[in-house]
């Protein structure tokens, strides 16, 4: 198991307490580096409009719950749109 696979892994057991620096690395991955990321906020392009969005930030060096099941339903999204879904 990768790196990346065993961070995915352990984000989807628990998205509750996820640190924002393993976010970064998934969404970095995924999505390729940010497109702002001098400001509290961390903004990924996304293959498609709208929903989910991929926009996270850190709060006390954790990823906020909400924006890590976002992150989530967007990998999900991708890989259904690049026919990679596990």
Known sequence: ??????????????????????????CDFYFGKARQS???????????????RVNIQNKKGKAKAYQVKQVLKAIEKLEVKNGVKK
């Not at 352990?10 to 509750?16: E, H, L, R, V």
């Open 38 to 52: 001098g400001s509290s906020h961390r903004i990924y392009k996304t293959p498609w409009q709208g929903d989910p």
């Open 1 to 26: 198991m990768s790196k990346i696979e065993k961070i995915l892994f352990d984000i989807n057991k628990n998205p509750n307490d996820v640190k924002f620096t393993d976010l970064c690395k998934i």
